[in-house]
């Protein structure tokens, strides 16, 4: 089963009027298994005020098709039936379905994990040859990134077979087998994931828009709407593309490392994260169609915003129940795995908190989450083990939905008492004990004091649900925290196998919670660094900004060999500075001590909005900062690369090419452009 990106397809729009004939969306046909023991609805289109009469298994339905065309029936609910039977509908034409079969429907969404095909599993030939399970029907929805609300996509139900399970979702079909297996009836399985996406694409833009906790996501969204230019990006990428053979030859000759080829680009605007976007045109089409209940295998793309994951994550659930009007279905995910490199030292971490998020919305009813923090891969985002993953999500679904006396819950941290140099924490095993893996002492635990300074820990079990907890590091603990990292090491689990779920004690502030704004000073000083050179004399625009390049001179801005952070550097010259084809060109004058370029005075407000090209290494790029104390601030700029040239400065990157952006937290700054700094340790936060 062939899944196609379409960055936008009208085609795919159902239009409103002019319909000559009926006509069904792709997620009613032939093959398709329809929910046991509900009432399921069954539309189409067809001419308005035409009588639409659908017949299947003994029942006979009527609707009128309404001034738009669309038409709907309820069929009465239906027990579990592997006999395939036909269904008829007539109106201005009439149509036959065949090969219909009633039982369970299940719909697999997410990002790239769930996504992620059965041919790219462990396993992948076996699995593949013997996935002759014709009782299990597939469907796969196109990935159409729109904001045009969509009726109906290209696909059709097929039978389980050897020659299409290979590229269907590997979670959703090792989910679907099991519940074929054990409750031995017809299963229908609709895969829709789309690898990279983020929540805020999955939920109707109009409900994001009328929620002031995203107001924030929105208003991102909004100014890259208003100045995305997607035939630019193109014509930059056929450039860079064209230059590229060029540049490995250069860099062959010179026993460089080649440069990695440029990357086609994808339209933002079309793409899976806009907001509303996956909802529009990959989720609508499919919405009110008999369903059991919905897995979920997301949260990557969403991990430094955990923070906002909180509410974000419940919102979707919520908004699906109620778009599809089939009560608070069961809604099942999967949790982030172990991933990125193992830390020698406990901490903070963006994975860790997007984990918490997860575990919190537990709180919604009919939701449950699969833990597999054992299950993933350090260096490969996308673990192979699908098998077990979806294992531990068929637990769930067993468990909670049909009845099987199994367990499904991992044990989950309920308290911890602190005593003298030691916690005891205590965990719900629902119903189960706790066991240890490879050596009887308890791995995976840190603690910290009122200094907040963490350290690896010691434990050992105490009790069926108890856990001993302590270090040599700190005398007296305050908090405790479990598995709490990118990649955690650990061995605790349950007996049956179910690892423990990541959990924190404390409610320290997190890593991912946005950072308050920093109120301007009443009065802002403003410092004319350079009496001579004046500040451009331009027209504020319609939000109160001026410009400080006209694209024509430098003036307002001065050249310095020292400032700020750099004063302390050995910079003896300014480099040479001019304005070439519109844009800021600077360049060394004496090899390694490049100056800067600074504007004449300090700004308390500014925006900044830019394109850049740096081919003088590490350390060079826009900077931000302070002057009063020569720190540099972090946090209140959001920026977004484009490209394989640019990146955020950070530890590892050697000598690529890359931009460290920086704001201030505290005083006003001026800003400066610096083709060549060396960082000031203790001074880089």
């Known amino acids: 089963m062939k899944r196609t990106l379409l960055l936008l397809c009208a085609s795919l729009a159902v239009s409103t009027a002019g319909f000559a004939e009926l006509k069904l969306p792709a997620i009613i046909g032939s093959n398709m298994v329809l929910q046991q023991k509900q009432s399921d609805p069954i539309w189409g289109w067809d001419t308005p005020g035409t009588k639409v009469t659908v017949t299947f298994a003994g029942q006979t339905k009527t609707a009128e098709a309404d001034k738009d065309g669309k038409w709907l029936v309820k069929l009465d609910p239906m027990p579990a039936n592997a006999t395939p039977q036909s269904m008829t509908i007539k109106g201005s034409s009439e149509k036959a379905l065949n090969n219909i079969l009633i039982g369970e429907v299940w719909v697999c969404s997410g990002q790239s994990n769930m996504g992620f095909t059965v041919g790219g599993s462990w396993d992948a030939d076996l699995e593949t040859a013997t996935a002759k399970f ?7 929805v196109p990935q159409v990134g729109t904001q045009e609300i969509q009726k109906d996509f290209n696909g059709q139900w097929e039978p389980c077979s050897p020659t299409n399970v290979g590229a269907f979702t590997a979670v959703g079909f090792f989910f679907g087998r099991t519940l074929h297996q054990m409750l031995d009836v017809p299963i229908g399985l609709i895969d829709n994931a789309w690898g990279g996406s983020a929540a805020e694409a999955w939920v109707r833009r109009d409900v994001l828009e009328g929620d002031m906790r995203f107001a924030s996501l929105m208003e991102r969204w909004k100014q890259t709407e208003a100045t995305y230019d997607f035939e630019k990006v193109k014509a930059d990428f056929a450039a860079a593309k ?11 000759k010179a026993g460089k490392p080649l440069p990695p080829e440029p990357r086609a680009p994808q339209n933002q605007l079309a793409g ?12 609508a089409p499919t919405i009110g169609y008999g369903i059991k209940g919905a897995i979920w295998y997301q949260g990557e793309s969403n991990a430094s915003r955990a923070f906002e994951y909180r509410d974000l994550f419940p919102l979707m659930i919520e908004h699906w129940r109620k778009e599809w009007k089939q009560g608070d279905f069961p809604f099942y995910w999967v949790q982030l795995a172990d991933f990125k490199a193992e830390q020698p030292n406990p901490g903070d971490s963006d994975w860790a908190e997007l984990r918490e998020a997860q575990t919190l919305s537990q709180k919604l009813p009919n939701t449950g989450q699969a833990v597999i923090t054992d299950l993933g891969e350090a260096n490969d985002i996308h673990p192979k083990n699908k098998r077990d993953v979806a294992d531990r999500l068929v637990r769930l679904a067993l468990a909670k939905d049909y009845g099987v006396k ?33 050596v009887n002492e308890v791995k995976g635990f840190a603690v910290c004091g009122e200094d907040k300074k963490w350290a690896w820990a010691q434990g050992k079990i105490v009790g069926k649900d108890k856990v001993e907890v302590w270090s040599d590091q700190v005398a007296k603990p305050v908090a405790v925290r479990f598995a709490w990292s990118d990649n955690p090491i650990f061995n605790l689990y349950s007996v ?38 004046t500040t451009p004399a331009a027209a504020p625009d319609k939000d109160g900004f001026i410009s400080l390049f006209d694209g024509k ?53 500014f925006e900044v ?41 950070g530890e590892g990157l050697g000598g ?27 001074h880089d936060t």
Not at 274 to 281: D, I, M, S, T
Not at 406 to 433: D, H, Q, W
Not at 611 to 634: A, H, V
Request: hydrophobic letters at 30%; aromatic letters at 8%; charged letters at 25%.
């Open 656 to 682: 690529k090419p890359h931009v460290r952006f920086f704001t201030f937290g505290k005083t006003e700054s001026d800003i400066e452009l610096n083709p060549d700094r060396t960082p000031q340790r203790g």
């Open 272 to 283: 899976q994260h806009r907001p509303g976007n996956l909802y529009a045109g990959v989720l």
């Open 609 to 649: 909005i830019l394109e850049m090209k740096n081919d003088f290494g590490p350390d060079s790029g826009l900077f931000l900062r302070s002057t009063e104390d020569g720190k540099c601030y972090q946090g209140l700029i959001d920026f977004h690369t484009g490209g394989s040239l640019m990146g955020i400065y």
């Open 134 to 140: 014709p009782n299990i029907r597939l469907i796969s």
């Open 406 to 438: 199994i367990p499904y819950r991992s044990p989950e941290f309920i308290s911890a008492e602190f005593k003298e140099n030691k916690a005891i924490v205590t965990l719900n095993c629902y119903g189960s004990s706790l066991r240890t893996v490879d």
């Open 553 to 605: 001179t430098l003036k307002g801005w001065h050249v310095s060999a020292k400032s700020g952070h750099s004063r302390t550097s050995k910079n003896v010259s300014g480099g040479k500075w001019e304005v070439v084809d519109g844009a800021i060109t600077g360049s060394q004058d004496v090899p390694g001590n490049g100056g800067l370029i600074l504007t004449d005075e300090k700004y308390s407000q």
């Open 242 to 252: 064209a230059a590229w053979p060029a540049k490995v030859e250069e860099a062959k």
């Open 496 to 533: 049956e196998g179910l690892p423990v779920t990541p959990f924190r004690s404390d409610d320290f502030d997190m890593i991912t919670k946005p950072k308050p704004p920093v109120a301007a000073p009443a009065k802002p000083a403003v410092e004319v660094r350079k009496a001579e050179v």
